[in-house]
């Protein structure tokens, strides 16, 4: 079965500390995948995508995320946190030939703590 | 900046209700899109349109229909409203059929049935 996982509900980390959220997905198809965050009271905002080409994205604010395919992962990363990147995270793919659906993870709720 | 306005931000029903979530974009996008978020769960698809008149299932589309008679227009109808509805309603807007990384999210409608 197709799937997303984000194991990590709640990420504490203090500000300037390197973070790292996980992201894994199960499939035997191709797959095109997306972080999204959301701030408070707002909607999501793409922070970056991998489609093909070079495994490592960079996208807004800093973050950065790597494509690994043999263990089925992009997890996202950001060597410097600041208190505005508190907000929920979420990985999202897209399973080629399945139709074309965008299945999210549960979410990683990310607190950056002075 | 393209927008996905979400017509309530906070809507209070009573069980047994028709409920109307109302979603316009303005950039002539061809897809929108409903989801729900839930604690613990992520973002679920419910109902995506590729254009006008033209409606999907997507994950979970029990208790819910929907309505594109125009293309800036998609809207969300629970026709009786139950308490386990109780969540918040995200819609998405997408100029390119496919194309995910275009996707443009309202700022939600939390829907509290009572």
């Known amino acids: 079965a197709q799937s997303v996982t984000q194991l990590d509900s709640q990420v504490p980390v203090f500000e300037e500390a390197p973070v790292e959220l996980r992201c894994n997905y199960s499939s035997s198809v191709s797959v095109y995948l997306f972080w999204y965050v959301q701030y408070p009271n707002q909607g999501l905002q793409l922070l970056l995508k991998?489609?093909?080409?070079?495994?490592l994205v960079k996208g807004i604010n800093g973050f950065e995320a790597e494509f690994n395919k043999s263990q089925t992962s992009f997890h996202l990363r950001k060597p410097s946190v600041h208190i505005s990147d508190t907000a929920e995270y979420f990985c999202?793919?897209?399973?080629?030939?399945?139709?074309?659906?965008?299945?999210f993870g549960t979410g990683t709720q990310l607190k950056v703590e002075l | 900046d393209v927008k996905v306005t979400q017509s309530s931000r906070y809507l209070v029903k009573r069980t047994g209700e028709k409920v109307f979530l109302e979603c316009v974009q303005d950039m002539d996008h061809e897809n929108m899109f409903w989801y729900r978020q839930d604690p613990g769960l992520g973002l679920r698809l419910i109902y995506f349109?590729?254009?006008?008149?033209?409606?999907e299932k997507g994950d979970i589309p029990e208790g819910y229909s929907v309505s594109r008679e125009k293309k800036e227009r998609f809207s969300l109808i629970l026709e009786s409203a139950s308490t386990n509805q109780t969540s918040m309603y995200l819609c998405?807007?997408?100029?390119?059929?496919?194309?995910?990384?275009?996707?443009?999210f309202g700022s939600g409608t939390q829907l509290s049935v009572l």
């Open positions: 991998y489609l093909s080409g070079s495994t």
């Open positions: 349109s590729y254009d006008v008149k033209m409606k």
């Open positions: 999202a793919v897209r399973f080629t030939g399945g139709g074309n659906k965008l299945t």
């Open positions: 998405a807007s997408g100029p390119i059929p496919g194309q995910y990384e275009k996707l443009f």
